[in-house]
């Protein structure tokens, strides 16, 4: 089974993550921001994947170091799990309407942690959720899992609807790209 567990201990949170890439979507989420919980779950239960996290933070101050630091220990996650990739699709992408809002990700297990993002300017609150930390959380995906992951906002102006479909599409492009579709190493050079 290709599982990883993550533990992260620093001044401003403490995380434990659990995942199993090959689950069938289950999850125990606990985290003290309300809307990150939600994204959590809704990746777990989209993604297929089997998740636990339990995340502890200095909210007082702000949620950035939380989001920020469970994106961070979900790429060490990933990277661990997926092992030496040999097997891999690699490649995944995925597009997902939500009502008005519809969100495109790519992502490619190169080894080499990139981010692209663009959000058409949207900024905000969901509930006390500032909506530009869903871009710290994808952005410490990717450079920590040594991904290379793109995420576009196509349409969109209902905060809670764009997050959420990030996040879905987070979860479908990523089951796709982990399959395992054979034996071999996906890579002419011979590694990742």
């Known amino acids: 089974m290709r599982e990883a567990e993550v533990k992260r201990e620093t001044k401003e949170t403490k995380i434990e993550l659990y995942i199993n890439l090959d689950g069938s979507g289950k999850y125990e989420v606990s985290t003290p921001i309300g809307f990150l919980t939600h994204m959590l779950e809704s990746f777990a239960k989209h993604g297929r994947f089997d998740l636990r996290v339990k995340a502890e933070g200095d909210v007082h101050v702000s949620h950035h170091h939380t989001v920020e630091d469970c994106g961070i220990v979900l790429g060490q996650?990933?990277?661990?799990?997926?092992?030496?990739?040999?097997?891999?699709?690699?490649?995944?992408?995925?597009?997902?309407?939500?009502?008005?809002?519809?969100?495109?990700?790519?992502?490619?297990?190169?080894?080499?942690?990139?981010?692209?993002?663009?959000?058409?300017?949207?900024?905000?609150?969901?509930?006390?959720?500032?909506f530009e930390l869903v871009w710290e959380f994808f952005k410490g995906f990717a450079l920590e899992s040594r991904s290379t992951l793109h995420m576009r906002v196509l349409e969109g102006k209902i905060l809670h609807h764009v997050a959420e479909a990030g996040f879905k599409s987070f979860a479908l492009t990523l089951k796709e790209a982990v399959q395992v579709v054979g034996g071999d190493l996906p890579s002419t050079k011979g590694t990742l």
């Open 77 to 130: 996650a990933f990277d661990r799990a997926l092992g030496d990739k040999k097997g891999i699709r690699r490649y995944g992408d995925a597009i997902v309407p939500m009502d008005e809002a519809l969100v495109l990700s790519a992502v490619d297990f190169s080894g080499r942690g990139l981010f692209f993002y663009e959000d058409k300017g949207l900024r905000g609150k969901i509930t006390d959720f500032d």
